[in-house]
């Protein structure tokens, strides 16, 4: 089973919708979360981390839930600009190790 | 100025060569990441230096050699290149090893073995 795994979509959505991904993971000791958003043919950026209390960020909302063992990311109000694959990333109690999921692709759609 | 500079960005070559890909981080970070990006999107990570020591090192074959000859360098070096080494080679840096620090990637290395 893979470390991290997420939808790779694509979810193909109208300007100013809401959308949703989730990402689960299989360590259950895992300590932190991040989204990273990865643009066609660029390398990947940090969007924001994932806080156990849950955090938002503008349009984005980040959420953990540690008994279902899943992070998901919320962008509200869809933009044309959001339109790249969001990658999660978990780090398991070795804090050197890095897991990123394959991607969710997000299209938003005029 | 580019904060992660990888070179070359685009790099094409025959089985069986040997090649380097450079890697250079003005952030003045800690810790340094190779990682390969292959056709499926998958990033998986390779190798990790804190301070020009070697701290991960995962199951990748001994074709693959990192050096960091300073903290703001880490350089790759490939031998005998198989047509399975094609992919997307990213290199990122964070400011100190851990999971709390952000990455900041390079713009990646497209590697094509014909």
């Known amino acids: 089973r893979k470390e991290v795994e997420q939808d790779p979509g694509p979810f193909n959505v109208p300007e100013g919708a809401t959308v949703a991904f989730n990402c689960t993971y299989s360590n259950s000791a895992s300590q932190s979360f991040f989204w990273y958003r990865q643009d066609c043919r660029k390398e990947p950026k940090l969007l924001m981390s994932v806080y156990s209390s849950g955090n938002e960020d503008g349009r984005f909302t980040a959420q953990l839930n540690r008994a279902s063992q899943y992070i998901s990311l919320l962008i509200r109000d869809s933009k044309l600009s959001d339109s790249a694959t969001y990658l999660c990333v978990v780090t398991p109690y070795n804090f050197n190790k890095f897991y990123f999921g394959s991607g969710t692709k997000l299209n938003v759609k005029p | 100025d580019t904060a992660v500079s990888q070179t070359p960005k685009y790099l094409v070559t025959q089985m069986g060569n040997d090649k380097s890909i450079k890697c250079e981080q003005n952030?003045?970070?800690?810790?340094m990441y190779w990682y390969k990006q292959d056709s499926k999107k998958f990033l998986k990570i390779m190798f990790s230096y804190n301070n020009k020591e070697l701290i991960i090192n995962e199951t990748v074959p001994n074709r693959f050699s990192p050096k960091s000859p300073d903290k703001a360098h880490l350089n790759l070096h490939i031998n005998s290149l198989e047509l399975g080494d094609s992919a997307v080679y990213f290199c990122?840096?964070?400011?100190?090893?851990?999971?709390?620090?952000?990455?900041?990637f390079g713009p990646g290395t497209r590697l094509t073995v014909t």
């Open positions: 990122a840096s964070s400011q100190m090893a851990g999971a709390s620090y952000e990455q900041y």
């Open positions: 952030l003045g970070h800690d810790t």
